[in-house]
T-cell receptor
Framework: AQKITQTQPGMFVQEKEAVTLDCTYD???????LFWYKQPSSGEMIFLIY??????QNATEGRYSLNFQKARKSANLVISASQLGDSAMYFC??????????????FGGGTRVLVKP | NAGVMQNPRHLVRRRGQEARLRCSPV?????VYWYRQLPEEGLKFMVY????????ESGMPKERFSAEFPKEGPSILRIQQVVRGDSAAYFC?????????????FGNGTRLTVT
């Protein structure tokens, strides 16, 4: 069974500083995908970044980067130069490797980030 | 291009009534996924549908919940005889193919409140 763990329920970060959000996962699949989504207070789910299990390079998208450590089964999100608009819930999610599962995702419990001016 | 469209955005139902949640996937997408989010929790998978077929309904409660994705028209998540515990945000997502590197893009969700 898939499992995603986000151990930080909430954190504060000073504006313009970097913040790392932890995510560990458990799977027996060799092929899988890892995603991070942002959910602001307005409620929508915004895709941030994706890492495939066979990707050798860590994914980056603008101020977002994913610190992928396969042996440790971790996929931490790093947000650089935090902005006030980064205040939101952040969810880590994993897609199963089997084709039958399609794009079915398993989500972690989320980390609430509050950026202080 | 329009993204995934869900309506209504907010839905209030009394206990015992029926709730119908609609999801129009991205144009050209034939795979739809429904998720439920309880307050202060992550999203939980409910059902995966392809046009006219239910592929995986392992996350659906056994009773009162049903989903369809007809050949024409939006996908519908139907909850019969709603109870207070059904109050949640329901998200729909779509993809063009069964699997790939492309992320799931979600609609803005329907927030169901059962009074």
């Amino acid at each position: 069974a898939q499992k995603i763990t986000q151990t930080q329920p909430g954190m504060f970060v000073q504006e313009k500083e970097a913040v790392t959000l932890d995510c560990t996962y458990d799977t027996s699949d060799q092929s899988y995908g890892l995603f991070w989504y942002k959910q602001p207070s307005s409620g929508e789910m915004i895709f941030l970044i994706y890492q495939g299990s066979y990707d050798e390079q860590n994914a980056t998208e603008g101020r977002y980067s994913l610190n992928f450590q396969k042996a440790r089964k971790s996929a931490n999100l790093v947000i650089s130069a935090s902005q006030l608009g980064d205040s939101a819930m952040y969810f880590c999610a994993m897609r199963e490797g089997s084709r039958a599962a399609g794009n079915k995702l398993t989500f972690g419990g989320g980390t609430r980030v509050l950026v202080k001016p | 291009n329009a993204g995934v469209m869900q309506n209504p955005r907010h839905l209030v139902r009394r206990r015992g009534q029926e709730a119908r949640l609609r999801c129009s996937p991205v144009k050209g997408h034939s795979h739809v996924y429904w998720y439920r989010q309880l307050p202060e929790e992550g999203l939980k998978f409910m059902v995966y549908l392809q046009k006219e077929n239910i592929i995986d309904e392992s996350g659906m409660p056994k009773e009162r919940f049903s989903a369809e994705f007809p050949k024409e028209g939006p996908s519908i998540l139907r909850i019969q005889q709603v109870v207070r515990g059904d109050s949640a945000a329901y998200f729909c997502a779509s993809s063009i193919a069964g699997q790939g590197n492309s992320p799931l893009h979600f609609g803005n969700g329907t927030r169901l409140t059962v009074t």
